[in-house]
């Protein structure tokens, strides 16, 4: 028994050790009691060497000992680990896999454990049928005893009792046999049922290997010869070539649009004409019956459309544009590559020339020489900036004038520094606003920008109009760790002046620069800066710049422009703290025009401190304000923007900065991530005008909130301007010669609009109401003088009328003005946002117009009246058929009453 366990653990262990090539020779440990030529040496040698029988502590190894359960299951988990991974654990550190020979040993080892279990179970079942119990020994000993004693014979009762003796002997024997195999049994049935079951599952491997075999042999005749599989892959690598060569190719598309209106917006009673712009404003049929900012004749820009009538317009006219577009186009040297490009083509009017096709614009970019270029042309706002004050051109969206030209930009990897060039020619054209003109006829110019040492860059420029001007300048901007520098400095001497020497033309040439210095410390910002602009770089001139006139007209510091006007030297500083919630600013600032005339100094210094926490701030300030170089204190100097929310040089904002007012400031950002109430924004501001004793005091806000679909905004303001000893009737003059006088402004509103609702027809609705009062004096209440402005406004639109691509609206506008500067048409600083803005008194017109001075909020107009009008729209994929209804009525003379009416049809079809 104790042999089949033997080479059972044999075979799992070690089975595989002849698949292996080469293997290592091991050092055996010797157990003491194991003597060399026994027949069990040497598998008693691997299955110590292997770790499933290690011996006991004192080297012996106790072959006749019998095996316990307990160290059969140590010897059994042991195998059953290793079976389990399917490799065993060699002498030297290593792991080798099982192979299905080690398996069928295992079988083996297994079925001849069991054989001899049977053969043990027959003799036990033998010994147990041929064993004489306990009992029928007691009972013979009986019988003798008796017999002994009735007959007498001793002779025959001692040849019994030895008879007796020698059976005893032989039960003995036979109990100790049976005893022996029964503790065998005992001892190893445990592990023969482990064995059987480990042998169940390496049957089912086997099994399931051999199926999976089957499988592959099955399936062995429909796979592809290598022979086959070659051809196949040589014939993709053909295709994925020739593939390769196909998108490399030349491309070449063709695009277009074919746009047709017809139609026209005339008086069909009264004579006087009228903007309707401020009705259809944000509504479907926005624009539609516009005459633009041009206000459809060569009058100069307006700020806005609403300033411009349109009731006499004729809408008819077919436009047509197509465009190429290619890709992939490489010269025969391939120093020129073509990534892509376009030419855009259409029917337009220049000059006074009509009808014809235009090559309006193009665009290529790709590489020439291995480095990247892009070229742009545009037949009329070809588009360019060198710098803030020479060949400025990127930015007039409506020219005042066209350029017609080219615009090259090179990364010149290949020289020295590797600039980036940008080359600009073409020819400048009279359109709007002739007198704005500032680039008349050919122009040329060349700029160089590098990067030294990867700390900013460094711009090289030269500008040329021929018989015009010319122009040199360098610019810069530089970040050195926390510090950043900026600068700019621009030389331009007009044609028409004779030069003696360089010198002569730094002496009379037009001359503009600055520089700024900023750093960020994280806790503290401050800033410096100084200027110094001639007047003739007004509107863009000296620096050929046709960007919108007012582009230089920007608050001194405030980044949103150019950042400093002309006619101007001066200099500045700011400075901010974030000290957690804590906000501290300052700044100061001087400047007096180019010459330095005594009367023209401004100067201006303000201090702000505060907290700040959930969407909250709460500020103090206090603001200085002088003119002239006796520094008299006036209550605004020509950089003050009412309700300003620039901070100077970008780094400190102080309230009501440019201004002799001290005050504080309680506001809250409804957009903030910390915000108390998110969507609700309000302000309440309280100035004091101290050396005249005025009071400004503000409260506005609103609330934005969104609910099931309906976004809903109301706004409400409240302004009080109170001058001392004035109640309103009649004006004061301050300390600095401005009249002015008290007065109390209200408005307030809502607008509210749907997204498209899921109901017949898709229909999306929008409602907004507003209404502003102002009165000269205390009071809100509406009476004899009170300057008004009434808005209301509802728009229905139908998205989904059953027919895809069929959408239909209609709208209504109203608007209404009593001591307005005109009810005809309107005019805004702010483009006509302020009907709905709680920071304005106005809607359109005074007060607070585009002078932005509270002194002058009391400055009503004399005009009275209202344009209204109902407008509908049925839009059909690129149709669109829009007419309208509208009225102007003068409350104070019905003669000037009008009514227009509208019609349009459009069509843009685009392939």
């Known amino acids: 028994m104790k042999k089949s366990l033997i080479v059972l653990t044999a075979a799992l262990s070690f089975g595989f050790a002849a698949a292996q090539t080469a293997p290592a020779a091991t050092q055996v440990p010797t157990l003491t009691d194991v003597p060399a030529g026994h027949w069990a040496k040497d598998a008693i040698d691997k299955i110590v060497a292997k770790g499933i029988i290690l011996g006991y502590p004192d080297g012996t190894f106790r072959g006749t000992q019998n095996l316990t359960r307990y160290e ?232 806005f459309a609403e300033a411009c009538t349109d009731t006499k317009q004729s809408f008819s006219g077919l436009d047509f544009s197509f465009g190429l577009k290619a890709s992939n186009i490489v010269t025969a040297t391939g120093a020129l ?24 614009s193009a665009t290529a970019n790709g590489k020439l020489a291995g480095q990247d270029f892009k070229v742009v042309y545009n037949y009329q706002n070809s588009a360019f900036k060198f710098n803030d004050y020479l060949f400025n051109n990127d930015n007039d969206y409506e020219p005042t004038q066209y350029r017609n030209g080219v615009v090259l930009t090179v990364n010149a990897t290949s020289l020295p520094l590797a600039p980036k060039l940008t080359a600009v020619a073409g020819l400048g054209l009279p359109n709007l606003g002739t007198a704005n003109q500032v680039i008349k006829g050919n122009y040329f110019g060349v700029r160089a920008e590098v990067n030294p040492f990867g700390i900013g860059s460094v711009g090289l420029n030269y500008a040329l109009n021929l018989n015009n001007r010319s122009a040199v300048g360098v610019d810069a901007d530089f970040k050195l760790g926390v510090i950043n520098l900026k600068g700019v400095y621009d030389v331009s001497a007009l044609d028409n002046v004779a030069y003696t020497d360089i010198s002569d033309v730094f002496s009379k040439a037009d001359k503009a620069g600055y520089v700024q210095a900023s750093a960020d410390f994280g806790v503290a910002k401050v800033a410096a800066n100084y200027r110094a602009v001639q007047a003739n770089y007004a509107n863009g001139v000296a620096g050929m710049s046709s960007n919108d006139s007012d582009y230089y007209g920007a608050i001194a510091g405030n980044s949103n422009a150019s950042p400093y006007g002309a006619d101007q030297v001066g200099y500045g500083a700011g400075l901010a703290t974030d000290l957690g919630p804590v906000t501290v600013a300052a700044f100061g600032d001087r400047f007096s025009d180019y010459a330095g005339t005594a009367a023209s100094y401004n100067t201006a210094y303000g201090v702000s401190g505060g907290v700040k926490l959930f969407g909250l701030k709460l500020v103090g300030f206090y603001n200085s304000a002088t003119q002239t170089t006796s520094n008299n204190i006036t209550h605004i100097n020509g950089d003050f923007a009412y309700n300003s929310t620039g901070a100077y040089q970008d780094i400190a904002l102080v309230p009501f900065a440019y201004s002799s007012t001290y005050g504080g400031v309680l506001s809250h950002d409804g957009a903030a991530a910390d915000a108390l109430v998110k969507g609700l924004s309000f302000t309440v501001a309280d100035a004091y005008f101290y050396n005249d004793k005025i009071n400004d005091f503000q409260a506005y806000g609103s609330y934005k909130a969104t609910l099931g679909g309906l976004t809903v905004t109301p706004f409400a303001r409240y302004h009080s301007f109170n001058v001392d000893k004035n109640d309103g009737s009649t004006t004061t003059t301050t300390a600095d010669g401005t009249a002015t006088k008290t007065y109390t402004a209200v408005k307030y509103g809502v607008q509210a609009s749907t997204a498209q609702l899921d109901v017949i027809g898709k229909p999306s609705i929008s409602v907004a109401f507003a209404n502003a009062i102002s009165n000269a004096g205390s009071s809100i209440k509406v009476q004899n003088g009170t300057k008004t402005e009434l808005f209301g406004q509802a728009a229905l639109t139908l998205n989904d009328l059953g027919v895809a691509g069929l959408t239909a609206g209609v709208g209504y506008g109203y608007y209404q003005g009593f001591g307005v500067g005109s009810a005809t048409v309107v005019s805004s600083a702010s483009g006509g946002t302020a009907t709905f ?46 007419y309208g209804m509208f009225y102007y009525t003068d409350f104070t003379n019905k003669a000037n009453n009008s009514v227009a009416s509208a019609f349009k049809a459009s069509y843009n079809f685009n392939f």
């Open 337 to 360: 590559v073509i990534s892509d490009a376009t030419a855009n083509f259409g029917v337009t009017t220049v000059g006074t020339t009509g009808g014809l096709v235009q090559f309006q």
């Open 72 to 303: 059969a299951a140590v010897i059994i988990a042991r195998l059953l680990d290793q079976v389990a991974t399917g490799t065993v654990t060699t002498t030297d550190g290593t792991t080798t896999t099982l192979s299905p020979d080690d398996l069928t040993a295992l079988q083996n080892a297994v079925q001849e454990l069991a054989a001899d279990l049977a053969a043990l179970g027959v003799r036990v079942t033998d010994l147990e049928s041929n064993s004489v119990s306990q009992d029928d020994f007691s009972r013979l000993e009986a019988r003798v005893d008796a017999l002994g004693a009735t007959t007498g014979d001793p002779a025959a009762l001692d040849a019994l009792t030895q008879q007796i003796a020698d059976v005893n002997a032989r039960v003995d024997d036979l109990q100790a046999n049976y005893d022996g195999l029964r503790a065998d049994v005992d001892d190893n049935a445990s592990s023969i049922a482990a064995l059987n079951d480990l042998t169940v599952l390496l049957n089912n491997d086997i099994l399931g290997l051999q199926d999976r075999v089957s499988a592959v042999e099955t399936a062995q005749a429909d796979f592809v010869t290598r022979t086959d599989f070659n051809a196949l892959s040589t014939k993709v690598t053909g295709i994925d070539t020739r593939v390769t060569k196909l998108e490399s190719a030349p491309k070449v598309s063709f695009t277009g649009n074919l746009g047709a209106k017809y139609g026209a917006i005339g008086l069909v009673s009264g004579s006087t004409q009228f903007d309707v712009d401020r009705l259809t404003r944000k509504t479907f049929a926005d624009g539609v019956f516009s005459s633009g900012k041009d206000c459809g004749n060569p009058s100069p820009i307006q700020a």
């Open 837 to 882: 803005s709680p920071t304005a008194d106005r809607f359109y017109r005074s007060p607070l117009g585009g002078a932005s001075d509270p002194y002058t909020g009391a400055n009503y107009g004399g005009a009275a009246g209202s344009a209204s009008g109902v407008f509908a729209q049925v839009g059909y994929n690129g149709l669109a058929l829009n």
